[in-house]
């Protein structure tokens, strides 16, 4: 059965950008719950405790629609959620693009600013919940896209940066400042877990 993971930080370690109450019931309640919903969800299906949650995701036409929309939902969230505390690393900790990163950025986006006004401006135009998307293709070409509420980007791509808009996720700190949130979380992007090239 699926567990929480631990953080690699503290929940005030993001702080100024994510305030620790913030991740506390981000991470604590959130998270935990659609850990707890997918557990329940497949306790009657032990095959289908036995497979990586990455499986079950891509082929959801394998998963008896009894417990279909939850696997896609919780299991989502949980994965997600999972790879976004990855992503964050402590402001004070830094984080820059490797030569390599910065070239495949360059090569995909122009340049790493270029790259952040284009995935602020996909975060704005998402309407309602979800998470915004870097994902790697073939031949290290780069695209930024959108899902809708827990859904995962597999089917496009590799996910390589992702950000959560859920209000849960900045609700507290910026109220309906997206803008201003995701300003903040590209502070705190650990682009060494990112672009591992």
């Known amino acids: 059965m699926y567990t929480l993971p631990k953080l690699s930080y503290t929940?005030?370690?993001?702080?100024?950008?994510?305030?620790?109450?913030t991740m506390r019931l981000h991470h604590l309640k959130h998270h935990q719950s659609y850990i707890d919903k997918l557990n329940v969800a497949l306790e009657k299906f032990p095959e289908l405790q036995a497979k990586k949650l990455e499986e079950l995701l891509i082929n959801l036409e394998v998963v008896p629609e009894a417990i279909r929309t939850a696997v896609r939902n919780h299991g989502g969230g949980h994965w997600n959620h999972s790879f976004f505390w990855k992503i964050l690393t402590p402001p004070n900790q830094g984080s820059t693009l490797t030569e390599k990163g910065r070239t495949l950025i360059k090569k995909n986006f122009g340049s790493l600013e270029e790259f952040q006004v284009k995935f602020k401006d996909t975060a704005l135009?998402?309407?309602?919940?979800?998470?915004?998307?870097?994902?790697?293709?073939?031949?290290?070409?780069?695209?930024?896209?959108?899902?809708?509420?827990?859904?995962?980007?597999f089917?496009?791509?590799w996910p390589i940066l992702g950000i959560d808009v859920w209000e849960?996720?900045?609700?507290?700190?910026?109220?309906?400042?997206?803008?201003?949130?995701?300003d903040a979380l590209?502070?705190?992007?650990?682009?060494?877990?990112?672009?591992t090239v």
Request: hydrophobic share 40%; no cysteine.
């Open 168 to 182: 849960h996720a900045y609700y507290l700190k910026y109220q309906n400042r997206r803008a201003d949130y995701i």
């Open 11 to 21: 929940y005030d370690a993001l702080e100024p950008h994510i305030d620790a109450e």
């Open 155 to 157: 089917t496009e791509g």
């Open 125 to 153: 135009a998402h309407f309602g919940s979800g998470w915004i998307w870097l994902i790697k293709k073939t031949n290290n070409l780069l695209l930024i896209t959108s899902t809708a509420n827990q859904d995962v980007p």
């Open 186 to 195: 590209f502070k705190l992007i650990n682009w060494k877990q990112v672009l």
